[in-house]
Each structure stands twice: as C-alpha cells, then as structure tokens.
C-alpha cells in the first residue's frame, strides 16, 4: 500500500483516478408492471492504468440513475445495498474485497454511487468475462439490464463528471480502508 498515492496529496489523488481506463458501459432500469420502467440509469466500468492496476487492481462500478425525487433515491438507495461483497462473490470467486460510495451531492437530478470491486494483485481479469458476471449479479438484485457497449476507442475517452470527481476523495478513502482489511 505505501506505493498508493498520500491520501493527504490531493494531487496525486486526482492524477490516480484521473488515469482509470474506461472500458465499457451498459443501460439499467427497474421494470414495473404494463412494461413501465424507473430507476432508469447508466453504469460505467473502469479500472485503473496498467502501472497503477499493478499497485491496486479494481473495477469501478459508477451507477448513475435518474432521480426526480427523494422517492427514487432512497429506492436506488436500497437497491444498491443489497450489492454487497457477498453478491458479487457469489459469480466473482477472485473478488477480494469492495467498496460502496454515494456520491455526497444529494438531490441532485442524478444520483450517482461508486463501487470498487478489489482483486488481488497479480489477478488477470479478463474484463469481457468479468463484466457480464457483473450485469448478472445486478439483475439479481432486481434490475434489468441492456447488452454491455464495449469502448475500445482509446482517443476519444469519455471524462468522469463533475459529481465523480467531487467524489474520489471519499472513495480514496473507503478504497484505502478496504485494503487494510
């Protein structure tokens, strides 16, 4: 762990997860009866750079759901808790450990949470496996699903937002927790 990043050197904490690897992203939504959907929403996976992944090895889950009401949000709420390390193990035996990371902008028009899902560090994860075990372990929480969009166009990277990266320094934080475990 000494070779992370100084979780006081905000710098070197935004470099970090500036230089994760977005790799794909797939629709999500809660269906209702007459073919009704809500909790609508997108989750975006990343990792880290292959020099950082050689230091910490994780896939970062960023579920961001529309959320036009406190209804909504604490039903997303809900629903992202039964996401646990359990959950995902179950179709991930190599899943070490994970974290969870609401993002503390509230009540705004998305409701956007963050899950590391931590491997040990040697652990080859072939991501095109990996993944659709993911989607898999989230349906069985309740949600369905849209066929993951794969993003191998390295130029054109799509950047985290705003909400995101005013959130590193809490899943920083829960990420170094985690590891001390």
């Known amino acids: 762990m000494s070779d992370l990043p100084n979780s006081d050197a905000f710098d070197q904490m ?3 997860f500036a230089q994760e ?3 794909a992203f797939f629709d999500f939504h809660m269906p209702q009866t007459g073919g009704k959907r809500t909790l609508e929403g997108l989750c975006k996976v990343a990792r880290p750079a292959n020099e950082a992944r050689e230091r910490v090895n994780y896939l970062c889950l960023t579920f961001i759901v529309d959320t036009p009401s406190r209804v ?3 039903k997303i709420e809900a629903i992202l808790g039964k996401l ?3 959950a995902f193990k179950a179709h991930i035996p190599s899943l070490q450990t994970m974290t969870s990371v609401p993002t503390s902008d509230r009540r705004a028009e998305n409701y956007i949470h963050q899950m590391d899902l931590i491997f040990g560090k040697g ?3 072939e991501v095109r496996e990996v993944i659709p075990m993911i989607m898999f372990t989230i349906r069985e929480a309740g949600f369905k699903t849209e066929r993951p969009q794969w993003w191998d166009e390295e130029a054109i990277k799509p950047q985290p937002s705003q909400a995101e990266k005013a959130n590193w320094g809490n899943r920083f934080k829960a990420l170094m927790g985690a590891l001390k475990r």
């Open 123 to 125: 652990a080859d994860l």
């Open 72 to 74: 909504e949000e604490d």
């Open 84 to 86: 646990d390390a359990r």
């Open 21 to 23: 690897e977005f790799l």
């Open 14 to 16: 935004q470099d970090f």
